[in-house]
């Protein structure tokens, strides 16, 4: 559980790294927490220096949102989620389960049909082919998966339970499988959708990608380098 104060950029992200946010892999006991750890340390880091913050800050855990940022004048709820493919989190817990084979990534669509077990499976064991990506499709594949995990949230936002406050963000981790995507260009598309659609109840959101958080909100669209604090090991 992640829970912090501190009076300056410098202060918190010497505090979120001495954090542990090692995550353990699927079907070996990983957890929500770790998780939501792992999501919620780099993404203050990234912006610790930004506007987006006003220090003193503190940061509590909750439900509904996932996390509480007092700040200066204002508060801040923080929901969390992560962008996969269902199929494709099976797909990593079976293959552990039958031997650490070659498996050819494979394309998912937002919101299409669960996969038999059979396929699921064949995927697994390096045994199912792939149709492959051309020209900028993992980069517009890329927008239309970042977008559909961000409108589940505006869903779960207005169902009874979910508070709101001064501010409502949604930090989205990119677990999304797909090749080669030129993050800049993956994120001019997202915003291009977003124009046409409404953000309420939050007011921004953010997607967390190996090196970078990308934020989005009705200003406009950038992105905050993740600052390596943690050991790779």
Known sequence: M????AKSADELRRAVSR??????????????????????????????ESDWLQYPVK??????????LTEKSLTTGIEITEA?????????????????????????????????????DRIARGRAGSDGWAGDSPEREWAAAMLH?????????????????????????????????ED???????MQQLQAKPLSPFDAFFVECEKEI???????????PIPELWDAG
């Open 184 to 190: 800049p260009k993956a994120a001019t598309y997202l």
């Open 59 to 68: 940061l509590g855990k909750r439900e509904r949102p996932d996390y509480l």
């Open 149 to 181: 995990a961000f409108t589940r949230k505006i869903e779960v936002a207005g169902k009874p339970g979910f508070q709101l406050f001064d501010r409502n963000w949604v930090l989205i981790y990119d677990n999304w499988p797909l090749p080669g995507v």
């Open 2 to 5: 992640v829970e912090l104060t």
């Open 84 to 120: 996969v493919p269902p199929d494709w989190a099976r797909v990593d817990v079976r293959r552990k389960e039958v031997g650490d084979h070659m498996v050819l990534l494979q394309r998912f669509h937002p919101g299409e049909p669960r996969r038999s077990s059979v396929e699921i």
């Open 19 to 48: 954090i542990d946010i090692s995550v353990a892999p699927r079907g070996e006991g990983r957890t929500t927490e770790q998780r939501e750890r792992w999501s919620i340390c780099r993404f203050l880091a990234a912006i610790a």
């Open 214 to 224: 990308w934020y989005f909100s009705a200003d406009g669209y950038g992105s905050h």
